[in-house]
């Protein structure tokens, strides 16, 4: 599915210290974009050290590239709620 999807593609390459996908399409029926049983408006919330020393305008397409089989495959909207991190210490 297309929200697991997202998840394990941004956990896997942002290693974030945390991270929520909410999948909002039905707020959005009968909008553009919209598509019935489809996953077609994401907001992503995602704090990661990978995000350190980035503008917001370069998280936000780092998000776009890491999710672009996604956006290809039907995702329409995404939005991001997006911040660096401290590491966590282990």
Do not use: C, Y
Request: proline fraction near 2%; aromatic fraction near 4%.
């Amino acid at each position: 599915d297309m929200k697991d999807s997202i998840t394990a593609k941004l956990a896997a390459t942002f290693h974030p210290t945390s991270l929520e996908v909410i999948d909002e399409s039905g707020q959005h029926v009968g909008h553009g974009g919209w598509r019935e049983g489809q996953t077609t408006h994401v907001r992503v919330r995602i704090a990661s050290p990978a995000f350190a020393g980035l503008s917001r305008v370069a998280i936000h397409r780092a998000v776009n590239e890491a999710l672009a089989a996604e956006i290809a495959a039907g995702l329409h909207a995404l939005a991001i709620e997006a911040k660096a991190s401290q590491g966590t210490t282990s």
